[in-house]
């Protein structure tokens, strides 16, 4: 039941209650999923498999896995972008 491409549902931790679907099988316990959840290494038993199966291959990126997620009908929040860094404000000395 757990191969990759099936959609899951996180049932604990800070991201419990939301779907990921998994990307890689690491050994016999841990998964690494994406998708609502944050992308990273997770334990079998924190997860509900569901009936559903997307086609992605293995280590798909974040955005093949919202292009499948949003032909479910399942809408994703897109990833946060990095701030650019800016100069530091330059002090002037009072006279």
Known sequence: MIEIGRV????????GGKRGVIVDIIDDNYVIIDGEV???RCNIKHL????????IEKNAPHESVVRE??????KIREK???KKKSAPPISQKKK
């Open 8 to 15: 899951c549902l996180k049932i604990s931790g800070r991201d």
């Open 38 to 40: 944050r992308r990273k």
């Open 48 to 55: 509900e498999p569901s009936k559903s199966k997307i086609e």
């Open 69 to 74: 997620f949003e032909k479910l009908g399942i």
């Open 80 to 82: 946060k972008v990095p």
